[in-house]
C-alpha cells in the first residue's frame, strides 16, 4: 500500500509534470499540446487567446487595425475576418495552447506555406503572411479565409489529432474534405470539386459532395478531425 500511495503522490505529480528547458530555441515543443515562446527582447505573434501561462516580463497587445497595411485591412472586410492575432513582446517564457490540440513546429527557410487560418497558432515576425481568399461555388455563400506564411522564421500550427501529410506529384493530384485540410504548398494549383445531388441538399447525402482538388508538385498537410463550416455544409 505504502508502494501505491508514493507512485501516486502530489510530490511525484509535480515532478512528472514540471515544465523542463530543452534549450530547444525561440519556440520549444514543450509537450504534444503546449508550446513555450522564449522571449528575450524580441516578440511573437501568436492566436488571440492562446496565451495559458507565462513568466517575465511580457507584454501583449492586439495587432493594430492598419499595422498589416490597407490592403489587409480590405481582404479582412470581405472574408469577415477580424484581428485574430495578438503581439507577445519583452523578455520572458510564454506557453501557449490551442484547445488540446497537437501542435507541430515548422522552421521555414524561405518556405511558402497556405494555412488554414484556424490552424495557425504563432509564428515569427520575421515570416511575411497574407490572407487568402479562396472562393466556393456560385450556389455556396460565402468562403475559406486562409493564411499565406513564407520567409525564414518558425512557425507553429495546430491539428486536431495526428496530421498526415500527402504528397502532390503531376501524375497524382489530392482531393481532401475542406474541413479536414490544414495546409499545403504555395505553388500547387487549387480547386474546388462539386457533387451536389437532390440527396445532398436535404441532407441524405455522404456529407462529402464538396471536395479541395490540389494540383501540381508539393504536398497536403490533412488532420483526421473535421471543422463544420456553416457556410456550405447543407443542413
Not at 19 to 24: A, F, R, S
Not at 122 to 130: G, H, I, N, Q, Y
Not at 158 to 180: H, R
Not at 212 to 222: A, L, N, T, Y
Request: charged share 20%.
Amino acid at each position: 500500500m505504502s508502494e501505491v500511495i508514493s507512485r501516486y503522490s502530489i510530490e511525484e505529480f509535480v515532478n512528472t509534470t514540471s515544465q523542463k528547458d530543452k534549450n530547444e530555441g525561440f519556440f520549444e515543443q514543450e509537450t504534444a499540446r503546449i508550446m513555450e515562446i522564449n522571449l528575450n527582447d524580441n516578440l511573437a505573434w501568436i492566436k488571440k487567446g492562446a496565451m495559458i501561462a507565462y513568466t517575465g516580463n511580457v507584454k501583449f497587445a492586439m495587432e493594430d487595425l492598419f499595422e498589416h497595411g490597407l490592403k489587409t485591412v480590405v481582404k479582412r472586410f470581405v472574408s469577415g475576418e477580424s484581428g485574430n492575432l495578438v503581439k507577445a513582446k519583452g523578455t520572458g517564457k510564454v506557453y501557449i495552447a490551442d484547445e488540446g490540440k497537437k501542435i507541430s513546429i515548422l522552421n521555414l527557410q524561405n518556405d511558402s506555406l497556405i494555412v488554414n487560418g484556424s490552424n495557425v497558432l504563432a509564428f515569427e515576425p520575421s515570416l511575411k503572411w497574407d490572407i487568402k481568399l479562396m472562393k466556393l461555388t456560385s450556389m455556396m455563400a460565402g468562403g475559406l479565409t486562409n493564411i499565406e506564411i513564407q520567409g525564414q522564421g518558425m512557425l507553429a500550427i495546430t491539428t486536431m489529432y495526428e496530421p498526415m501529410t500527402l504528397k502532390v506529384t503531376p501524375e497524382c493530384p489530392v482531393m481532401t474534405d475542406p474541413s479536414a485540410t490544414v495546409a499545403w504548398s504555395s505553388g500547387l494549383k487549387t480547386s474546388f470539386k462539386t457533387d451536389i445531388s437532390v440527396k445532398t441538399l436535404i441532407g441524405r447525402g455522404s456529407g462529402d459532395s464538396i471536395q479541395m482538388k490540389f494540383e501540381g508538385e508539393g504536398f497536403v498537410i490533412v488532420q483526421p478531425g473535421s471543422i463544420i463550416y456553416p457556410s456550405y455544409t447543407a443542413e
